[in-house]
T-cell receptor
Framework: GEDVEQSLFLSVREGDSSVINCTYT??????LYWYKQEPGAGLQLLTY?????DMKQDQRLTVLLNKKDKHLSLRIADTQTGDSAIYFC???????????FGPGTRLSVLP | DAEITQSPRHKITETGRQVTLACHQT?????MFWYRQDLGHGLRLIHY???????NKGEVSDGYSVSRSNTEDLPLTLESAASSQTSVYFC???????????FGPGTRLLVL
């Protein structure tokens, strides 16, 4: 079955770059997503990438996709304390309308 | 503005009781989903619906049921609450196609 894996915790210093990694198993995944969850809130879409892309950049966020290794990463440049949250990777195939989420990576930004 | 809401935001109940969590969206989205979030497991799909009168079981559907009598609402019912159902529950909706899912604020449920 489909499975999405992430490391559970990441700590970085304010101003450094953060890299959150994700691996997935479904080779038919067409869309891959990154969501952010702040304390006490629901998930908010940060960005997504289509499977025929290698990279997508949006301001401080860079998404890299290695389709051969089924590896997705999210890089946050100049990490701020407001970036502290849980980040979820999710995949969806082109045929289904359901998402499979990873366990989430809790990012802690230290002053 | 269109939105997705959940109620209640917090609920404490006892084992064996029936509990219903409400989810309401005003986007007119066809697709609606219920997830539970537990530490170390991320989000796990409980039930989902692709339209009125359509309901489907997800990964962890045992002990839960849903009904879809209109486009806007997908209530989640715990038939006989168990302590293992203590969790944070998220409802989501999407219009389908390439669109993402939009999440509600969550309901924190404690079963004693």
């Amino acid at each position: 079955g489909e499975d999405v894996e992430q490391s559970l915790f990441l700590s970085v210093r304010e101003g450094d770059s953060s890299v959150i990694n994700c691996t997935y198993t479904d080779s038919s995944s067409t869309y891959l997503y990154w969501y952010k969850q702040e304390p006490g809130a629901g998930l908010q879409l940060l960005t997504y990438i289509f499977s025929n892309m290698d990279m997508k950049q949006d301001q401080r966020l860079t998404v890299l996709l290695n389709k051969k290794d089924k590896h997705l990463s999210l890089r946050i440049a100049d990490t701020q304390t407001g970036d502290s949250a849980i980040y979820f990777c999710a995949e969806r195939d082109n045929y289904g309308q359901n998402f499979v989420f990873g366990p989430g990576t809790r990012l802690s930004v230290l002053p | 503005d269109a939105e997705i809401t959940q109620s209640p935001r917090h609920k404490i109940t006892e084992t064996g009781r029936q509990v219903t969590l409400a989810c309401h969206q005003t986007w007119n989205h066809n697709n609606m989903f219920w997830y539970r979030q537990d530490l170390g497991h991320g989000l796990r799909l409980i039930h989902y619906s692709y339209g009125v009168q359509d309901t489907n079981k997800g990964e962890v559907s045992d002990g839960y049921s849903v009904s879809r009598s209109n486009t806007e609402d997908l209530p989640l019912t715990l038939e006989s609450a168990a302590s293992s159902q203590t969790s944070v529950y998220f409802c989501a909706s999407s219009p389908g196609g390439r669109e993402t899912q939009y999440f509600g604020p969550g309901t924190r449920l404690l079963v004693l």
